[in-house]
């Protein structure tokens, strides 16, 4: 890293965004649909709102089921939705009338936690979607329509020292603005009263805590949005004009922050355990944007990181400060241990500080965003979405310092605020609620053959049990097809694809390194990649022979020597598993295929070999020996059909599949779906007290018994 200052280079500015509403395709909806319209317009543009971020409402005159009577209905972002991608069920729809009459039973600010045990009393039609906290924000004001956003140019106004000076600037008297009050009935009952004082007002500014505004109709709430938030936007860039931010730049991007990044994310994820027996491992996410370089490589950078976020959107996904390594101590395993557990130590602190008596007891003190000049931003999660997602939130967070620190100084949520919003109690309820991890949640997979039947199969297996899988093939197109595929069934996040020849080692080192920067690591290896051929003995050539060790014995040694390190790192998180699919031509001869059967048995005494070697490390290793797995694999759509079939003297069509039927005991086929269940059962913790063991999925062979 070259360390230099660099104040010439101007800030970044913030995205000034504009009106996307379609009169025309508006013209044709209802109320109810108007108001998804609008949510998912603000929501889906993240310079308006950020993920998850932000409600709206509005007061929908409807039937009432029980008595028929026109009644007024709260339609209100429900708990937990995200504006942007929700559908008309993610709205809770409230009684208007009955929430009004729910200022009877508040007696001030201690009694938020309580009036949210009322919301439910309050449903309308039985809606199911629970109401969030806040509901009153949008219920007690008396306008229709009411936004509440989380915009990075509003925030940067709303934590910063001169905010109410300068919302005063550009909007008058507008927009108000209101001190700092957690979301609640009380910050509704002073947004209320404010709105009654303040007749000509469109709208309020929560100190560090975002924008709410009211309008008659959905598309004018929706453009006064826009408006604000545009408005904010060109104001700040106005100040950040041609000067540098954070005080400008004291080092430069590492010209190679990828491969560091690859290095440096498993040794990371391997430091955060955890003493909870429901402690899950981490996935990480990885990301050299703009915004994060300029942040992390300015003089600013270590003394703003420290001060932590504002907005409690931020910092309930980001907690509440980063980990900052020094990026000349990247390779000293020591300093980043002792850089994890100081983060550690300084986190059971804060708790300790703020807990109050009925506080719930401490959550994972592991860092979720770690910062490195240089380098960018590493977050981890205890899945992928939510790794990076939590990165995404800093990067707002970063954007709102760069405003903030541009018109004043900027101002951190108070300490005990943040721990207050943290450990919630409703907040902790919420958690609880939350369903029970996945088998393989917190496990990352490499499957080499990721595109064939039985790859293929094996990583939907993993897939479906919450595992992320990296798939591994030469065949780089089919490859990207099956992310394709697997990300609409399973979500964008979990599955990544890369172009792997097992037989050269540069491109098996880039798989790995691909999966590391991707995911974080590696906890499972399914070595896959295979080819097939059947010669009689003088007729198979060296260039036959040495191609089937190429593949099927040195493309199993190469995959598992590039796996080890990051195998090895998992140790103290309770080991890792590698599973070699071999077959039963491993294990009892075949005729005319010696360079096949041969290889294959080499590579399944390299699984025993390995199964010894990693033990010291928890490294268990095992062998699926599948047999005739003709439906759904590449190999049996090539040569090797034909040359089995001949050497069965058979045809090769539905004859050869019922000739291997058959000559099962079980009279069974075997497809890639069985390989890949005992190929999970030996990555599962079901097996943990398995290795060096072979499993014989081919309906019955009795050569093939290992025993």
Known sequence: MNMHANL?????????????????????????????????????????????????????????????????????????????????????????????????????ENDDDKMVGFLPHCTFNLNARAASIDTPLHSLLPHRHVDHVHPDAIIALAASSTGAAVTAEIWGDEIGWLPWRRPGFTLGVMIRDFARSNPQAKGAMLAGHGIICWADTSRDCYELSVRLIAEAATYLNTRLAGKPAFGGAVCSPEPDRVATASRLMPRLRALMTGNNANFRRKLAHFSDDAETLEFVNSADFAALAALGTSCPDHFLRTKIAPL????????????????????????????????????????????????????????????????????????????????AEAIGDYIALDEQEAFDIEYWLLEEAKLQRMPAPREMAGKIALVTGGAGGIGGATAARLLKEGACVMLADRDGAAAEQARAGFARAFGKDVVRAVTCDVTDEAQVAAA?????????????????????????????????????????????????????????????????????????????AAKNASAYASAKAAANHLARCLALEGADFGIRVNVVNPDAVIRGSRIWDGDWRQERAGAHGIDSGAELEEHYRLRSMLKRDVLPEDIAEAAFWLASEASAKSTGNMINVDAGNAQAFTR
């Not at 069920?89 to 001030?108: C, K, V």
Request: charged letters at 15%; aromatic letters at 10%.
């Open 512 to 588: 790995f390194a691909a999966c590391a920067r991707e995911f974080g690591g590696l906890d499972i290896l399914i070595a896959n990649a295979g080819i097939a051929s059947s010669a009689a003995i003088e007729d198979t050539t060296t260039e036959l022979w040495n191609r089937n060790f190429d593949v099927l014995a040195q493309g199993y040694f190469l995959t598992a020597k590039h796996a080890w390190p990051l195998l090895k790192g998992m140790a103290a998180q309770g080991g890792s598993a590698v599973v070699f699919i071999g077959s039963k031509n491993a294990v009892a």
């Open 8 to 108: 010439s280079v101007p800030a970044i500015p913030f995205a000034v965004p504009t009106s996307h509403w379609d009169h025309a395709h508006a013209a044709r909806m209802g109320e109810a649909e108007l108001l998804l319209y609008r949510s998912n317009l603000l929501g889906s543009d993240l310079t308006v709102t950020n993920f998850g971020g932000g409600n709206t409402s509005a007061k929908i005159m409807q039937a009432d089921p029980l008595t028929g009577e026109q009644v007024a209905v709260l339609w209100v972002k429900g708990s937990g939705g995200d504006i942007g991608s929700m559908t008309l069920d993610g709205f809770s729809t409230l009684y208007q009338d009955r929430l009004l009459a729910l200022e009877g039973h508040y007696a001030g």
């Open 324 to 403: 900052a390594l020094d990026p000349a101590r990247l390779e000293d395993d020591g300093y980043l241990a002792q850089s994890v557990a100081d983060y550690r130590a300084l986190y059971s602190a804060y708790y300790d500080r703020c807990k109050r008596p009925n506080s719930p007891a401490m959550r994972d003190a592991n860092p979720v965003v770690v910062l490195v000049p240089g380098l960018g931003r590493i977050t981890f999660a205890a899945d992928k979405a939510t790794a990076r997602i939590a990165g995404e939130f800093y990067l707002n967070a970063i954007n709102v310092m760069r405003g």
